[in-house]
């Protein structure tokens, strides 16, 4: 399943957005290298079934990421079991479609749906709110353990951070901000000894993206065909094919002088300039 295993018996990991298809497989990942793992989710279903499939090295919290006393519930949970959390990833996030266009670009006679003009607000603030207030709330919450002792954090970023995708506004400008939140709170904690980093995937099929990916009959849509003639290896990544990162990340012995980056997996697509 890994591709190589590290020793992570003495790491009390937090992982936000777990019940989802990448986090559930960097849960998996990182408790089969010795890690305890709690997998906090919105939905503790989906949160248990993947804790229940990993074993006695997981177990699943319930919380409301944009609740500062449900992450505080969570964390308390997670203290009562196991004790200080020493490693946080910040996977928490997604997309609305409210904060999202029909449209690739504008045309003065544009008339096909959903257009920037009908954005909602609400809708914007939300997706905002998904992916970097959950993290400045996750991890004021989450850190303090770790100041004094030293510890992990890895945000989840986006290839959006690097170059702005058609559709999606609200959600490229959220995952930017996210990869330089990460950087600041690399700076602001180095003195702690906690680094923080981030990593943004390329194109993987989720439960999010499914339906922009694919047609109702599995055919690929027209968007498909785009990302994948924008990506060097044309294929879609695998959860998998992030792991390698994620342990290297995870392991102080192999990357403990790294802090403040954020490393693309994405088959080459921020590398690519169409031509």
């Given amino acids: 399943m890994i591709p190589f295993k590290v020793d992570l018996s003495d ?3 937090a992982i936000t957005g777990a019940g989802g298809v990448l986090m559930s497989g960097f849960a998996k990942a990182l408790a089969e290298c010795g890690a305890k793992v709690a997998l906090v989710d919105r939905s503790y279903d989906s ?6 499939e990993i074993g006695e090295n997981a177990f699943a919290v319930q919380c409301d990421c944009l609740d500062k006393k449900s992450i505080i519930a969570a964390k308390k949970q997670i203290n009562d079991k196991w004790g200080k959390v020493n ?9 609305n479609a409210k904060a999202q266009t029909a449209c690739e670009t504008m045309t003065p006679d544009y008339d096909g749906g959903q257009s920037f003009f009908d954005m909602e607000e609400a809708g914007f603030r939300f997706v905002f709110d998904l992916n ?6 996750v991890t004021q919450v989450f850190a ?3 100041i004094g002792t030293g510890g992990n954090i890895i945000n989840i970023s986006s290839m959006n951070a690097y170059r702005p995708l058609t559709k999606i506004p609200a959600y490229s400008a959220a995952k930017s901000g996210l990869t330089n939140f990460t950087e600041w709170l690399a700076v ?5 000894g906690i680094r923080c980093n981030a990593i943004a995937p390329g194109f993987f099929v989720t439960k999010q993206n499914k339906e922009l990916l694919f047609n109702p009959d599995g055919t690929p849509t027209a968007r498909t065909g785009k990302i994948l003639a924008a990506t060097p290896q044309k294929k879609f990544g695998k959860p998998e094919d992030l792991y390698g990162v994620l342990l290297w ?3 102080d012995e192999a990357s403990g002088f790294v802090t403040g980056v954020c490393i693309p997996v994405d088959g080459g697509f921020s590398a690519y300039s169409g031509v």
């Fill in 132 to 137: 970097i207030t959950t993290a400045f709330l």
């Fill in 188 to 192: 602001h904690f180095a003195p702690c």
């Fill in 249 to 251: 990340l995870a392991s």
């Fill in 87 to 95: 490693f946080l990833i910040n996977g928490a996030g997604g997309n």
């Fill in 144 to 146: 303090e353990d770790m």
């Fill in 11 to 13: 790491k009390v990991i």
């Fill in 47 to 52: 949160a248990k079934k993947y804790a229940d």
